[in-house]
Every structure is written in structure tokens, then in C-alpha cells.
């Protein structure tokens, strides 16, 4: 029985709508970090009565992850420097890395929204990097019904196993 | 993982490589120790040790030394020339962008040393390994 968890990060790609995938390079260390955010609701409250009498959402959460690259030549650079201050979406994957019995899985969203950004010094005690804000953007199928865009499963080579959907 | 299975994963991965280490027609054959090397030999050598293992994160990054050994020129100098080679062949084993991914735990390299004087005559390089295990 192998592992839940996830560890590492070993390929991030990227594949805009209608262009061509983007796998990134020189991912900075630690940098990928996931930071869901809940909906903001608000509690309406009556004279008589001590708990909310009503919950309601006022704004819908978010999803979604960041994560800083220090690729500075070649087809990453290139095509992100397209991007600079732009917000294109797309399909990502992220693979995470196999420890032990912790299995390497991927992370899957058919539609999200990049911030491209660039950040750092350009300097000699380190590097510049550019910095992308990834949000997950609600999927709907051919009949305009919201559903699922993002999976989990682990990267195993073969056996019927583990296409854990999470997500929705 | 313990010190002593990442010790025991790390020479078995060396002594595999043993003929890249230190030359395929380098006429004195070196060996690979776990901790110390055996009694009466002499000769190059690689003495593998850890420092002592935490285990308090799901991720947990240990050390592993790698001790290359070669022994001191008739001048009592250190053998650069000879250090440097086996040296950077052992760093070149672990010095991927992930490390070495032996028994379930990455070992990456991560730093060399100055050559020292051992009790017997050689001297030694240190090489650091951060061995990533992980403890859930």
C-alpha cells in the first residue's frame, strides 16, 4: 500500500489555448506554492436569535497556485515574455516526484488563467525570475453545465489503479 | 530511512560505479567502506558515514559524508592530481538535478571539502550528500 502524499515538483507544463505546450524550466526551489482561497461569506444576524439566522456567499473561492522560474533564455522565456502583463489561459499539468512509497502523481486542471509577471534583481548575488499566478477557471461541458476541471491521479505505468478524481 | 540503510544504499551505489571512480586501468584498485575501511589495506579508498539522522518532518534532508582517501605523496603532500580525479567522478555520480534516486531516497551532492590528514598516511576530501528521505 503506497503512500497518500505528494513531494516534489518534477515537470510543470503549460498549454495555452490554441498554442503550443510550454514546459517550464529552473523552477525555483520551494517556490510552487498552492493557495486555494475560500469564498467570502456574510452572516446575517437577527435581534432574537443567537446564531446567524443566514450564511450567505457573497463571492465565489479560488484556486489555484503560484510559482517563480528563473529560465531567463530560450523557448520558456520566449514564450512567457509574450505574456508579460497579459492573463492567458490553458490547460496544466504538474508531476510531482516519486519518494519511496509516495508514488509521483499529476495534478491536472483543463482550464486556467496566468499572471505573467517578472520579478527579482538583476544582480550578482542572485537571478531575476519570472513570477506566474495560476487560477483555476470553471470548466463547462457542451451543454454550459459547470463541471470538474481538475484531477488528481498518480503516475502509474500500468494496472487499472487509482484515477482518483478530486476536484468539482 | 536510518543512517545506516542511506550508508549501505550510498556504497553499494559507489562500489557499483567502482570502475568509473577509480579508473579502469588504474593499476591499484580502490575500495569502498562503509565507516572504515578493513584492516591492513592500503590503497585508495572511499569511507562512506552519516551524521546523525532527524526524523522530525514528512521531508527530512540528512547528511551523508563521502570521505575519498588517497594516500600522501613521499613529499607528505596531499595528491591533488589523483583527489581531484576521483573526487569530481563521485560528485559527477550525485550531481543531477534531482540526485541520485537510490532505495527510495534522493542524494544529492552538496558540498566538497579540503583534502585532510587521516592517521593512515592518505589524505581525504570530505564530500557532503543531502540525502532526502521521507518519515510518514
Known amino acids: 500500500m503506497s503512500k497518500t502524499a505528494a513531494y516534489g515538483v518534477s515537470a510543470v507544463t503549460f498549454t495555452p489555448t490554441g498554442g503550443s505546450a510550454i514546459s517550464f524550466q529552473a523552477i525555483v526551489k520551494d517556490s510552487l506554492q498552492f493557495n486555494d482561497q475560500a469564498g467570502s461569506q456574510q452572516e446575517i444576524e437577527v435581534e432574537d436569535m443567537e446564531g446567524p439566522y443566514a450564511i450567505l456567499q457573497t463571492s465565489a473561492g479560488t484556486r489555484g497556485f503560484t510559482m517563480d522560474t528563473y529560465d531567463m533564455t530560450g523557448a520558456v522565456y520566449s514564450s512567457l515574455y509574450a505574456q508579460i502583463g497579459k492573463r492567458p489561459t490553458g490547460a496544466v499539468s504538474i508531476t510531482t516526484k516519486a519518494l519511496d512509497d509516495i508514488p509521483a502523481m499529476t495534478f491536472a486542471w483543463t482550464k486556467m488563467q496566468v499572471t505573467v509577471t517578472r520579478a527579482g534583481t538583476l544582480g550578482k548575488s542572485g537571478f531575476p525570475n519570472f513570477h506566474l499566478e495560476f487560477r483555476e477557471l470553471t470548466t463547462t461541458n457542451q451543454q454550459g453545465q459547470e463541471q470538474s476541471g481538475h484531477t488528481v491521479t498518480p503516475v502509474e505505468s500500468n494496472g487499472g489503479g487509482g484515477s482518483g478524481g478530486n476536484g468539482g | ?136
Not at chain 2, 64 to 80: A, F
Open chain 2, 1 to 136: 530511512m536510518t543512517g545506516l540503510e542511506a550508508v549501505t544504499a550510498v556504497a553499494t551505489y559507489i562500489n557499483a560505479a567502482t570502475p568509473s571512480v577509480f579508473g579502469s586501468n588504474n593499476e591499484q584498485k580502490g575500495k569502498v567502506f562503509k565507516y572504515e575501511k578493513e584492516k591492513g589495506y592500503n590503497g585508495e579508498y572511499i569511507a562512506v558515514n552519516n551524521l546523525p539522522f532527524v526524523h522530525n518532518n514528512p521531508a527530512q534532508v540528512n547528511t551523508i559524508n563521502v570521505n575519498v582517501h588517497v594516500p600522501q605523496l613521499p613529499s607528505e603532500q596531499p595528491n591533488s592530481k589523483r583527489l581531484t580525479e576521483i573526487v569530481n567522478e563521485v560528485i559527477a555520480l550525485f550531481d543531477s538535478e534531482d540526485g541520485a534516486y537510490i532505495s527510495g531516497a534522493y542524494f544529492k551532492y552538496f558540498s566538497d571539502g579540503r583534502p585532510t590528514p587521516d592517521k593512515d598516511s592518505t589524505y581525504y576530501v570530505n564530500i557532503q550528500l543531502d540525502c532526502t528521505s521521507k518519515n510518514i
